[in-house]
């Protein structure tokens, strides 16, 4: 399912002042599955170049108590680097400012080494825990985290964004997966290549023409 820009555009401004608004950024705007988002450290964000650093992803493992959740590598093993649409910078700028702010009343310094979305104490969040608050505020608009990033390649192939791009931003080991995925749009784009092919040879043509005749 491909939701629209102004349903993303409503669920944004729903979630503003809520925890979970970063997560759905970083969802949206940026492709990040969920293990990424919770495995996000603000040392990985570079604001200043606009760009984040994809090197861990958390996994919820089978059991309970403190070490229910493992950190690992990026999946497929491999760390990809996402630029920041302008929108993504301006709020995560804002969230580390809040979230600076939010710590320090808990006697904390917030440094580099900390989760980019965490609990309310600054302790990581874990992934079951992000997809049930987030599922729980989405339901309303039958939107889901995993919903946000295919809306995020969906938008991007839509728009005519080569997939080696949109496979890159996503972390999908090959675009031969990416293409699979998102097949259901290519008739779009050979529709629209097909025009544009159309046009230049054309424009070729009658070109040619006149300068025969």
Same mark, same amino acid.
């Given at each position: ?31 990040? *599955? ?8 603000? *040392? ?30 990026? &999946? ?28 320090? &009343? ?32 989405? &339901? ?23 997939? &080696? ?36 040879? *054309? ?11």
């Amino acid at each position: 399912m491909r939701i629209d820009a102004p349903t993303t555009a409503t669920v944004f401004d729903a979630a503003r002042e809520r925890r979970l608004f970063i997560s759905l950024v970083l969802a949206a705007l940026c492709g990040l *599955r969920r293990g990424e988002i919770t495995a996000l450290r603000w *040392r990985s964000v570079d604001l200043e170049t606009g760009q984040l650093a994809v090197i861990a992803s958390t996994e919820q493992l089978d059991k309970k108590g403190a070490n229910s959740v493992r950190e690992k590598e990026a &999946k497929s093993g491999r760390a990809r680097t996402v630029a920041l649409p302008s929108l993504a910078v301006e709020e995560l700028r804002r969230w580390r400012l809040a979230q600076a702010e939010e710590l320090l &009343k808990l006697g904390i310094r917030a440094d580099d080494g900390w989760h980019v979305v965490t609990q309310a104490d600054g302790s990581p969040l874990q992934p079951r825990s992000l997809t049930h608050v987030v599922s729980d505020f989405l &339901k309303e608009w039958g939107v889901t985290l995993h919903k946000l990033r295919h809306s995020h390649a969906s938008h991007m192939l839509a728009s005519n964004v080569h997939p &080696k791009i949109v496979q890159e931003r996503l972390g999908h080991s090959s675009i031969a997966i990416t293409l699979d995925i998102y097949s259901h749009l290519m008739p779009n784009m050979q529709e629209g290549a097909a025009a544009t092919v159309d046009g230049v040879l *054309r424009a070729a043509i009658n070109k040619r023409a006149d300068e025969i005749g």
